[in-house]
């Protein structure tokens, strides 16, 4: 199992709107609904952001929200402040004795 | 609240065993359905996972690391610890532990994470 690609970075204003993807294979995003999201700021724990695709956490802002179509998973951040400026981080589940597999990150800067 | 914090050594010799230390709280280990799973990102690259630990002591272990690990738990002290065999400069990251609830698919709650060096 491969690590899953998101775009290295993306940027946007205040108020703005970006989709940050998260690409795999038939294998696992694919395969399962099980792709979920995750926020860090450097020097804190990351904070999971979406489960399940398109499932939020009780506390998550409803600006963020997640979808797939075919062995691509997406994450959309509405009305951009900067507090969300942080890294974001997607994962599947595989089903595999790799149980989940990680994307590199996604460096989200708030102009 | 459940929280999580990794301990351990930040600098290791190649060859040398790394043991790393989860303490938690805001939940116990004995109870059904609860795990543990450790995840670790290089630098520049992405996160891996590496180890997961159920409340009835079943373990998962990633495949291409599965000889070099063992995870461990200690319910008494809310612990749980990772061991990793001859290390390597490759195996130079940031180590994090987690939170997961068997019949979910995510980690719901992780530790600020523990930067670990390999080199002589």
């Known amino acids: 199992q491969s690590a899953l690609t998101q775009p290295a970075s993306v940027s946007g204003s205040p108020g703005q709107s970006i989709t940050i993807s998260c690409t795999g294979t038939s294998s696992n995003v694919g395969a399962y609904n099980f792709v979920s999201w995750y926020q860090h700021h450097p020097g804190k724990a990351p904070k999971l952001m979406i489960y399940d695709v398109s499932k939020r956490p009780s506390g998550v802002s409803n600006r963020f929200s997640g979808s797939k179509s075919g062995n691509t998973a997406s994450l959309t951040i509405s009305g951009l402040q900067a507090e969300d400026e942080a890294d974001y981080y997607c994962?599947?589940?595989?089903?595999?004795?790799?149980?989940?597999?990680f994307g590199g990150g996604t460096k989200l800067t708030v102009l | 609240q459940i929280t999580l914090k990794e301990s351990g050594p930040t600098l290791v010799k190649p060859t040398q065993t790394l043991t790393l230390t989860c303490t938690f709280s805001?939940?116990?280990?004995?109870?059904?359905?609860?795990?543990v799973g450790w995840i670790r990102q290089p630098p520049g690259k992405a996160l891996e996972w590496l180890a997961l630990i159920y409340w009835d002591d079943d373990k998962r272990y990633s495949p291409s690391l599965k000889s070099r690990l063992t995870i461990t738990k200690d319910t008494s002290k809310n612990q749980v610890v990772l061991t990793v065999t001859n290390m390597d400069p490759v195996d130079t990251a940031t180590y994090y532990c987690a939170h997961h609830w068997g019949g979910t698919y995510y980690f719901d709650y992780w530790g600020q994470g523990t930067l670990v060096t390999v080199s002589s």
């Open positions: 994962s599947s589940y595989t089903g595999s004795s790799t149980l989940w597999v």
């Open positions: 805001g939940f116990s280990l004995s109870t059904s359905g609860v795990a």
